[in-house]
């Protein structure tokens, strides 16, 4: 019988496999998700760009993550500090890509294929804090120099466990023992903090405040919450990385939330407003998603029900801040990813089953979140103003003014997002470039 | 020759084409415009940022017309346009030197 018991443990698990090729097939579609998101909300000039930086930080960050990402995050932590991976124990993921190796009850290649795309979508939300005005080639190099010094490290922080994929792991996650399930600090306090020290590396964009800069296409807004939200299913039930009663527990709870969010955003909408708008409703979606990601295996859905009212009114509350501080997070990173990140990593201080304030828990668990929640933030803000501000002095960040009132994607990408005339159609210079 | 130049409700157009039509005018030109008048505009917000948009959408239409016959298209028009509310439009008369039918070559009356 003990022979069988340990043959088990090394055999490959279907039903955890299953899920685990179908969550990292969710959680790519998030990028086109973020990409129509917030493609929809900026203007017709500079929809194709917006799309692209999503499309380009998946490029850029999913081939460093086989040559060397996975090695930083999941490889044993460099002198035991738990700070960053061995970046040469898995490079190439030398040992890993074939189809035998095992990572817990599942394909090595299926794990590191879905933790791929999490780099990718973390660096993909930055995004939106620079729409309009930033040098295509610059974001490239900055998506891949900030996932290898801030995602790759950040990541290794918070979801390395000891003697899962390798021997020891991230401090936050081992030492620490904050909890945070599928990324409230290592994806969207980071991504939120990024896009925060961006915005003010690259400054403001021309006639910020004073002209209307209004979303050009709200269904596409809409469209995009909606492809986020079915893609989040994967991003948070699939980091149970098994098909069982946790994964099930996250998935009830990222429905439970974000409609809670969508609620309490259109609620603050109405009251202050005097209007519930289709983008206060998709806002909400993706703040009540992002306030429950590092919680979803730690609440009953009462928990989730409230962590999602509050996020969705803080996070409402919070898109004035721009304007009031004077900073241009364009597409409101900060007041979704950042401020609804913290909301739902403290949280479970508050409402976590058995460790939270309200269920018996003491205050030792919110003290654990509260230092997470500020290492990432630090990390990453201090971190992302010296990768930025190197990258504005050495190749630019920002395009000319000139081009930015012009259009973005005219300017940088030479096309137009869309065509609604056959009029004036030009001609064509050639075509056999490509031949 | 006169040109008449009218700035119509969208939702009325085709009221007021179809009583041209009645009146025998044969021929128009519809444009879509944007403006604004007494009416003014109205405010949308978004993410808690609230702008005013003046301009309102309008519908430009034209129509060449005889000198004879221009005081009659004007009532047509007038009276198939009007709601009786604020925004209703305008219309005005232009007078025009000459006209040209493409085609066949023809001048004044005859090409309108």
Not at chain 1, 76 to 89: C, E, F, N, P, R
Not at chain 2, 8 to 25: I, M, R, T
Not at chain 2, 102 to 109: C, N, Q, Y
Request: glycine share 14%; with cysteine; aromatic share 8%.
């Amino acid at each position: 019988m003990k022979a069988d018991e340990t043959m088990e443990e090394i055999v490959v698990n279907s039903g955890d496999t299953a899920w685990m090729l179908m969550s990292t097939g969710l959680v790519v579609l998030m990028i086109p998700g973020i990409a129509l998101f917030y493609g929809g909300m900026v203007r017709v000039k500079s929809a194709l760009n917006m799309m692209m930086m999503s499309f380009g930080a998946l490029a850029v960050v999913f081939v460093l993550w086989i040559a060397f990402g996975f090695s930083m995050v999941f490889g044993d932590s460099v002198d035991g500090k738990g700070l960053i991976g061995d970046v040469g124990q898995f490079a190439f993921l030398s040992g890993l890509d074939n189809s035998a190796a095992l990572i817990g009850t599942i394909p090595a290649a299926v794990f590191i294929a879905f933790q791929g795309i999490f780099a990718a979508i973390t660096v993909a939300l930055i995004s939106g804090s620079i729409a309009d005005r930033a040098k295509f080639g610059a974001w490239m190099v900055f998506a891949g120099i900030w996932a290898t010094i801030v995602y790759f490290p950040v990541a290794h922080w918070v979801f390395a466990f000891d003697d899962f994929v390798a021997k020891t792991g991230g401090w936050i996650a081992n030492d620490l023992g904050a909890l945070d399930f599928a990324g409230g600090t290592a994806v969207h306090i980071n991504a939120g903090a990024a896009g925060l020290a961006l915005s003010l590396i690259l400054g403001k964009r021309v006639g910020f405040g004073r002209i209307p800069m209004r979303p050009h296409s709200l269904p596409l807004v809409m469209l995009g919450a909606a492809l986020l939200w079915f893609g989040w299913f994967g991003f948070n039930a699939g980091s149970a990385v098994a098909s069982n009663g946790t994964a099930g527990l996250a998935l009830l709870n990222t429905i439970g939330a974000t409609t809670a969010a969508v609620l309490s955003w259109l609620l603050v909408e109405k009251i202050r407003d005097g209007h519930a708008t289709s983008l206060g409703a998709a806002s909400g979606v993706v703040a009540g998603l992002v306030a429950i990601t590092p919680a979803c295996a730690a609440v009953n859905a009462s928990g989730a029900l409230i962590i999602g009212f509050v996020a969705g009114a803080i996070c409402a509350l919070s898109v004035g801040l721009k304007f009031k501080l004077g900073f241009d997070d364009s597409l409101d990173v900060v007041a979704v990813h950042l401020v609804g990140g913290i909301v739902g990593t403290v949280m479970i201080g508050f409402v976590g089953v058995d460790v939270g304030i309200f269920d018996g828990g003491g205050t030792e668990q919110l003290v654990k979140q509260v230092i997470g929640v500020g290492a990432v933030f630090a990390y990453s803000f201090i971190a992302t103003m010296i990768i930025g501000k190197i990258i504005d002095l050495t190749i630019g960040f920002r395009i000319s003014q000139d081009q930015e009132v012009a259009g973005i994607d005219l300017a940088i990408h030479a096309e137009r997002a869309y065509e609604l005339s056959d009029n004036g159609q030009g001609s064509v210079l050639g075509n056999s470039k490509g031949a | 020759m006169k040109l008449i130049t009218a700035i119509l409700k969208p939702f009325k157009l085709e009221d007021v084409k179809n009583a041209l039509q009645a009146a025998g005018v044969s021929g128009m030109t519809v444009s879509e415009a944007s403006g604004f008048g007494r009416q003014r505009g109205h405010t949308e917000v978004y993410r808690g940022a609230e702008y005013t948009v003046d301009l309102v959408p309008k519908v430009r239409l034209e129509v060449l017309v005889d000198d004879k016959d221009s005081d009659a298209v004007v009532d047509v028009i007038v009276k198939a346009a009007s709601t009786g509310s604020i925004g209703d439009g305008k219309v005005w008369t232009t007078p025009v030197d000459q006209v040209i039918r493409v085609r066949t070559g023809e001048r004044g009356s005859e090409a309108i």
